[in-house]
């Protein structure tokens, strides 16, 4: 598999590239999409925090 994004990465980086942007957009919306609706005593500490600081910021 490494050796294959290797060559791809080498023969064509803008593609890499697309194929690397597609997977973490593909990773974060599922995390979205599992998180939507949800209490927030359901949720994992770290995406509490991340929603703290997000309204943090906001906020300034």
Do not use: C, H, N
């Amino acid at each position: 598999m490494w050796t294959t994004l290797e060559q791809m990465a080498a023969a064509a980086p803008q593609l890499f590239l697309y194929v690397v942007g597609l997977f973490v957009a593909m990773i974060l919306l599922s995390l979205v999409i599992s998180l939507r609706q949800t209490a927030a005593s359901e949720r994992p500490e770290i995406i509490r925090a991340l929603a703290d600081l997000m309204t943090f910021w906001k906020k300034r």
